[in-house]
């Protein structure tokens, strides 16, 4: 059993896809600060406010024992109050924007290379491929016979 675990992680697709989930959850982490620290406080002081993660509406009361800030949606959800988090919503969809716009480009960048490379396969004349012997062989003899 070990020996066929070990031959299944060997194989080039699963490490690849370890790799790319790794190299996914980097990459992840690095949107996530470009959109939470860069883009939503621009965009967020193009609304009024610098913390766009902050607008929200509330479905329903606040406990009567709630004694934290009614515009702190962090606190009002861990408070257990039904939140409309339009915020927070709007920066996941940046973020999926951000990383499925990078997706594209890069996949547009890899089919432009492997269509020039069709293109270079396409122009590249193939050399004929060596006579065999015997019909060199062959060839000759017709010749010296005709010459007869």
Request: no cysteine; aromatic share 10%; proline share 4%.
């Amino acid at each position: 059993m070990l020996k066929e675990f070990k031959t299944f992680i060997m194989r080039g697709n699963v490490l690849d896809l370890a790799i790319a989930v790794i190299i996914g959850a980097a990459f992840g982490k690095i949107v996530t600060s470009l959109t939470d620290d860069v883009l939503m406080p621009i965009i967020g002081k193009l609304f009024g406010g610098l913390d766009f993660s902050s607008y929200f509406w509330r479905m329903g009361s606040v406990p009567a024992g709630y004694a934290g800030s009614l515009s702190d949606y962090a606190a009002l959800k861990k408070a257990g109050v039904p939140l409309l988090g339009y915020g927070a919503f709007a920066t996941q969809l940046v973020n999926f924007v951000i990383v499925a716009f990078i997706i594209f480009m890069l996949l547009r960048v890899v089919n432009r290379a492997a269509a020039m490379l069709e293109r270079e396969k396409a122009t590249v004349a193939v050399a004929p491929a060596p006579e065999p012997v015997e019909i060199a062989l062959l060839r000759e003899i017709r010749d010296e016979l005709k010459k007869r």
